[in-house]
């Protein structure tokens, strides 16, 4: 591996490093919109989605790339409902509503003035492939999942019944749903199961594990399985969202 | 092409956040701005608490403390730094012929957090302390999987008895990048397999110093390594200190 080095600030900006160059995989942790000089976050939560934006901006400048080679970013927030705000800056930093990474939200937990803080995966020279599947999509600007190169990611990909494009009824439905439509996924990216290196499960109801476990260990059949990291989550009617990983 | 197989984020055994602690990348684990501000308005309680969340991101990620290749603390003062430099560091790694290349900085950290960590390692392989003969470093240059680590090195001559080099900030940088080279070879390596290079001086205007230096020591540019130059708490008795990485063991670290 030899194109590794640390994401590190320009001349004059704070020294921590915060992302990670292997070969063409870049991954970027606790960006914020944080001015590097001096400390301090604007006011608002748009402008810090924008401000760590730009942050994520000049990061891949350094190394040649730029938020076309964004892939996948993870939002931290306040308020998770606050991603329809968050929503304004993500469709002006990425306008064409078919060449977009994909994101998620979720609550965190801030001390002082930050109001967001992001982790990204950008790939770089590589060209974004937006997956969307029919009846089965999100109400936010964000693909269903992204394949750039060699890599797959996904959204939290949602369980509706692909030919109604419903939500499941129950745990139990959601999880079957969830697992078929990444099915559709991998099988839209030509790539299959075997490729995948991590799963994330987000279930609301501890009593739904088993199901979702059951739907993840069945594809991977005798191959040796990849990890399932379960989170517990609810929003509103979705009980199971399941989100992967995959390099082949 | 990448040869990159495995990506997998790393979770806590406990996840009430669902925040991922870190990265794995084939055997390549990586963590930044790992905090403990749960345990208090303390200091050593915080700088431990992180410590004890550093060996839990190795043993997630199937690892263990002796894969840990480099970290990098910060802190919000230099007044700050000796504790975290020293003691409370030294209670995880005691022995000095094994610990990973360590450096303290200072920067503005978020409100409660009064410490924070990034980590590095390299899963299936251990560490290998280098050192340039005659030039004493208390945090060690590593090698681990075919790829090095230095702490940051600086511009002591060796065998001078701890005497660093003249000529100012050129000068020390000078014989710092000469240190760096030297301990890639001792790796197995040579100037090509650098991947990054940092330097740190007290104040913005040791920059283009330090890069003259680097140009003096290698004038075809696209033979010299990239510099990073960044502002941050040195000791007193240096002007400059430089950090690299390298890759020595081919694609398949």
Known sequence: MRGFSELIGAPQGRPEALGLRADDLVYGSGVTGRDRRTGRCAPGLLRQADDALSAVEEYLRDISGSLDNVARVSFFLRDPRDITKVNEVWTARFPHSQNRPTYKFMRGQFADEEEVRLDFFAVLGQERNCLYLPKVAHGNPIPMAVRMGRYLFSSRVLPFDPATGEPGRDGPEQARFAAANTDAILRMSQMAWSAVSQGRAFVADPDDDEFVRAEWNRRFGATARAPLHITRYRAGALAVLLEILAAE | ?253
């Open chain 2, 1 to 253: 092409m990448s040869s990159i197989r495995r990506v997998t984020e790393v979770y806590p055994r406990a996840d009430p956040a669902g925040i991922p602690m870190g990265l794995r990348v084939d055997r390549q684990v990586v963590a930044l701005g790992m905090g403990a501000p749960e345990a208090g308005p303390d200091l050593g309680r915080q700088a431990r608490a992180v410590f004890r969340a550093m060996r839990e991101l190795m043993e997630r990620a199937g690892g263990g403390l002796e894969n840990i290749a480099k970290a990098t603390a910060y802190v919000s003062s230099a007044e700050e730094r000796e504790p975290v430099n020293g003691t409370w560091w030294e209670e995880v790694f005691p022995d000095l012929g094994d610990k990973p290349a360590y450096k303290v900085l200072v920067a503005p950290l978020p409100a409660g957090r009064l410490i924070e960590l990034d980590v590095m390692a390299v899963l299936g392989a251990t560490r290998r302390r280098i050192d340039v003969p005659g030039v004493p470093a208390r945090d060690p240059t590593v090698e681990i999987g075919g790829m090095v680590f230095t702490s940051r090195v600086h511009g002591t001559v060796p065998f001078t008895g701890d005497k660093v080099a003249e000529g100012g900030v050129e000068g020390q940088a000078a014989q710092a990048f000469r240190n760096v080279l030297k301990l890639v070879a001792l790796a197995g390596g040579s100037a090509k397999d650098i991947v990054q290079l940092t330097s740190f001086g007290r104040s913005p205007g040791y920059a283009e110093a330090a890069r003259q230096a680097l140009a003096a020591m290698f004038p075809d540019e696209d033979a010299r390594p990239p510099l990073t130059t960044l502002t941050n708490f040195i000791p007193a008795k240096f002007e400059v200190m430089v950090e690299m990485t390298a890759v020595v063991g081919g694609r398949d670290n």
